[in-house]
């Protein structure tokens, strides 16, 4: 009798603790989300980019103007001021931006991102290995970003192209490009027989967001914005008359713009 009586108590307890587990009150909240917009701007000495203007003078002296600019930023993600990252998937999480393209110009990310502060952001400049794949895309005008295979395949990270006034004073064209490097036994001619190896120029950009605020069911936008100048100076200062107008396959000058890429972009909440 008393085996019985324990027996019933003890399904009794058990029956009282599913019901619990399983009442709404226990249950996990959902999660609250809001979203997030960026908008890309582009700047000159502090002034929007003017296409097709030979009015600017870098560092070096050398009077240039744009013609083209276009490039991808990937990996994009979030650091909550309590928390964990949280990464950017939106399809492959990877954005191109032509600044004669007006739609490439707003990113309106997909995915819902957790309501929260947001203290910090982070994003690679071009596309890491996993991720820069030759026939990814297939349709322009990312198909047009293309890199030559032979130089390494993939895309190209960015292409700026412009004229820059040589000590000549003709004006000649240039491809501020930056992709995969090369080295090369050939350091003269550059033969392509000669690479013996590959290098990943892509880089990582980390910002400070001022207390970014997502809400729940609301867009929060962001401005990210590149200041064109900045590529020219800080650490380095680019003269096109030394590097001339095609750095694709040259390493060293690829390096130089890697490293003046540090400080290229500025954020501002909205």
């Not at 226990?26 to 609250?32: C, D, F, H, L």
């Not at 700047?43 to 276009?70: F, K």
């Not at 957790?114 to 910090?120: A, V």
């Not at 003709?170 to 033969?191: A, R, S, V």
Request: charged fraction near 15%.
């Amino acid at each position: 009798m008393k085996n019985k009586l324990f027996i019933c108590i003890l399904v009794l307890i058990i029956f009282s603790n599913c019901k619990k587990e399983n009442t709404p009150e226990t249950q996990n909240p959902a999660i609250e989300t809001g979203k997030l917009k960026i908008e890309f701007t582009h700047t000159v000495e502090n002034q929007t980019l003017q296409l097709n203007s030979n009015i600017y003078v870098n560092e070096a002296g050398n009077h240039y103007q744009l013609t083209d600019l276009m490039y991808f930023i990937s990996d994009v993600k979030l650091r909550p001021r309590n928390g964990v990252v949280f990464p950017i998937d939106d399809l492959t999480a990877i954005h191109y931006v032509d600044v004669k393209i007006l739609s490439t110009l707003t990113w309106n990310i997909y995915d819902p991102i957790p309501s929260g502060i947001y203290d910090s952001i982070s994003f690679i400049f071009g596309l890491n290995e996993q991720k820069n794949q030759s026939n990814t895309f297939v349709n322009p005008p990312e198909s047009n970003m293309a890199w030559p295979d032979i130089l390494g395949g993939g895309y190209h990270y960015m292409m700026m192209n412009g004229k820059w006034v040589d000590l000549q004073g003709t004006l000649k064209p240039f491809n501020f490009h930056l992709g995969i490097g090369q080295i090369y036994t050939d350091t003269i001619n550059y033969d392509v027989n000669t690479i013996t190896s590959f290098v990943q120029n892509y880089f990582k950009v980390t910002l400070p967001l001022s207390a970014l605020q997502i809400n729940k069911d609301n867009t929060t936008t962001i401005k990210l914005n590149m200041a064109i100048d900045s590529w020219f100076k800080t650490p380095h200062n680019w003269d096109f008359n030394n590097w001339g107008g095609n750095v694709m396959q040259n390493q060293h000058a690829l390096q130089t713009i890697k490293e003046n890429g540090f400080d290229i972009f500025s954020i501002e909440n909205r």
